[in-house]
T-cell receptor
Framework: SQTIHQWPATLVQPVGSPLSLECTVEGTSNPNLYWYRQAAGRGLQLLFYSVGIGQISSEVPQNLSASRPQDRQFILSSKKLLLSDSGFYLC????????????FGDGTRLSIL | SQQGEEDPQALSIQEGENATMNCSYKTSINNLQWYRQNSGRGLVHLILIRSNEREKHSGRLRVTLDTSKKSSSLLITASRAADTASYFCATDGGGGSNYKLTFGKGTLLTVNP
């Protein structure tokens, strides 16, 4: 069966510090991968998605970036965090064909001080 | 802009009652999906209904889709305290193989024991 892992579960970072959140998927090959951010009481905002190694599509211009160095690894990064980067970050995967359900990790709660 | 909008924003019922949540969307779709999110956790896929389907069942869940009104409803019958969660609809925006989903802000369902 397929599993998705996100870490860390919680993170407290000072303004201006770098960020690296990692997501890995097991039990499937060539998945589509997604990074979302969820503000309190709101829906999910798609940040990045990837349909293959090295292929990243950005949905929202901001100081975040994503990379996919391996087929089942998706990394969300920032060189310099802003207060507005606080939120709940969720990674998800889906099968490669379109119109498929997405499967989510348990998220990272990021607080910027 | 939000593709899916859930209604109501919050719903509180007693155990054993039925819960109905609605979703409206703006553009054409290939399918519409419903997800559940327990507090502080990732989203869990519940059900996918395709644009050529009008109704779908899964256990105590019943989803309807009216593409002429661009709306969907999720009915949870005989609710339990464990059904307490946020429920989101998500749409794919139509077109060809569309990997992206747009989520609404969700309905917070509270089932009181």
């Amino acid at each position: 069966s397929q599993t998705i892992h996100q870490w860390p579960a919680t993170l407290v970072q000072p303004v201006g510090s770098p960020l690296s959140l990692e997501c890995t998927v097991e039990g499937t090959s060539n998945p589509n991968l997604y990074w979302y951010r969820q503000a309190a009481g709101r829906g999910l905002q798609l940040l990045f998605y990837s349909v293959g190694i090295g292929q990243i599509s950005s949905e929202v211009p901001q100081n975040l970036s994503a990379s996919r160095p391996q087929d089942r690894q998706f990394i969300l990064s920032s060189k310099k965090l802003l207060l507005s980067d606080s939120g709940f970050y969720l990674c998800a995967w889906s099968y490669g064909q379109g119109n498929q359900p997405q499967h989510f990790g348990d998220g990272t709660r990021l607080s910027i001080l | 802009s939000q593709q899916g909008e859930e209604d109501p924003q919050a719903l509180s019922i007693q155990e054993g009652e039925n819960a109905t949540m609605n979703c409206s969307y703006k553009t054409s779709i290939n399918n519409l999906q419903w997800y559940r999110q327990n507090s502080g956790r990732g989203l869990v896929h519940l059900i996918l209904i395709r644009s050529n389907e009008r109704e779908k069942h899964s256990g105590r869940l019943r989803v309807t889709l009216d593409t002429s009104k661009k709306s969907s409803s999720l009915l949870i019958t005989a609710s339990r305290a464990a059904d307490t969660a946020s429920y989101f609809c998500a749409t794919d925006g139509g077109g060809g193989s569309n990997y992206k989903l747009t989520f609404g802000k969700g309905t917070l369902l509270t089932v009181n024991p």
